[in-house]
C-alpha cells in the first residue's frame, strides 16, 4: 500500500488553527478508514481521530475533542485534519495512517501494528 503523505504543519500560536492533510499519490482515500496519530518528544505515540470508510462515522481522543475536525476531500482523494483553539500541549509530529481501523482506533489507546505510515508533519504551538 502506498506511503500517504502529510502537509499543513506549522507553528502557530496558543488558540490559533492549522489544517492538516493526508494525501496517496494516485490512491483515492475514500476506501479506507484513515487515523491521525500524534507524538510529541518523550511521549509515547498517541490516537487523536479517526473517520470510518463505510459511513464516514468520526472518532475523536478525549484531548482534542471539540477543537479537532476530520473530514473527507469532497473528491475523497484527502483527508483533512482541522485544528482549532490549539495548545502547547498540542505540540508534536502529527501522522496520518491509511486502512487503520476506527474499531481498534476507538476500543484501545494503545497503537495497533496496522496501516500504512505516513512520515509525519511538525506541529508546535508556542507564543
Known amino acids: 500500500q502506498a506511503q500517504p503523505r502529510e502537509s499543513g504543519g506549522g507553528l502557530v500560536q496558543p488558540g490559533g488553527s492549522l489544517r492538516l492533510s493526508c494525501e496517496v499519490s494516485g490512491f483515492m482515500l475514500g476506501y479506507y478508514a484513515i487515523a491521525w496519530f500524534r507524538q510529541a518528544p518523550g511521549k509515547e505515540r498517541e490516537g487523536v481521530s479517526c473517520i470510518s470508510s463505510s459511513d464516514g462515522r468520526t472518532y475523536y481522543k478525549d484531548a482534542v475533542k471539540g477543537r479537532f475536525t476530520i473530514s473527507r476531500a469532497n473528491a475523497k482523494n484527502g483527508v483533512y485534519l482541522q485544528m482549532n483553539n490549539l495548545k502547547p500541549e498540542d505540540t508534536a509530529v502529527y501522522y496520518c495512517?491509511?486502512?487503520?481501523?476506527?474499531?481498534?482506533?476507538?476500543?484501545?489507546?494503545?497503537?495497533?501494528?496496522?496501516?500504512?505510515w505516513g512520515q509525519g508533519t511538525q506541529v508546535t504551538v508556542s507564543s
Open positions: 495512517v491509511t486502512d487503520y481501523p476506527c474499531e481498534k482506533f476507538s476500543a484501545t489507546d494503545s497503537v495497533e501494528p496496522f496501516g500504512s
